[in-house]
């Protein structure tokens, strides 16, 4: 099942018990899913678009040479492509362990409603929540982003691609990202199989 809205900015129209807040952006139907931290790490505070203003201006060029996005800038056009954060109001200060999981259930919601193929978290944060919520090989992965940044991994449900925290990368890491993207893209990355073959008619039924 496929959702309806055509709606880029927070098509799921969430709203959390805060002042300020940055909610997802993107293709409800996407493929891919960019996971940031919070809009005073990553962005988005004057723009209302999760890393615009802030890691946007490094990770979404690499996103638009890796095909992720038909066109950067402050409201990029996506191609097939979800923005959002793990904890979307705008923090004073560092948002604490409790403040992440009161912010939990909406960025759980997005993720599930979205049902990506590929997900793209965005910094050690983000990828640690990842690989421990929505993977199977958390336990067993060191969270070294130098050595994550644009690698495929492979667990229980969704594929996993890490993004080293853009504040951090060197001259190499920009084509690194776009050559772990386009590899990606050159592979079954959606892994569907048709059931519909078991089924009266002849629609596909088409699961992972």
Known sequence: MRNVTDRTRNPFDMRPSCD??????????????VI???????????????????AGEKLFPALEDGELLAEA??????????FSYLHMCVPDGTPSAADYTDME??????????????LLPVGAVATKHVLNNYTSVGWKTDID???????????SGFLVLPIKDPAEWDDGDHDELVAGLLELQSTDFRRESDLGRFMPGADPYLVR
């Open 145 to 155: 982003m130098e050595a994550l940044h644009g690698e495929e991994l492979r667990g």
């Open 105 to 118: 259930r909406f960025f759980d919601a997005e993720l599930r409603a979205i049902a990506s193929h590929v």
């Open 36 to 54: 940031g931290d919070h809009p005073g790490v990553h962005g988005g505070i004057e723009t209302g678009v999760p890393f615009a203003g802030g």
């Open 20 to 33: 300020r807040y940055v909610p997802g952006y993107g293709d409800a139907n996407a493929d891919f899913h």
């Open 73 to 82: 800038g402050d409201e990029p056009t996506v191609n097939s492509t979800f």
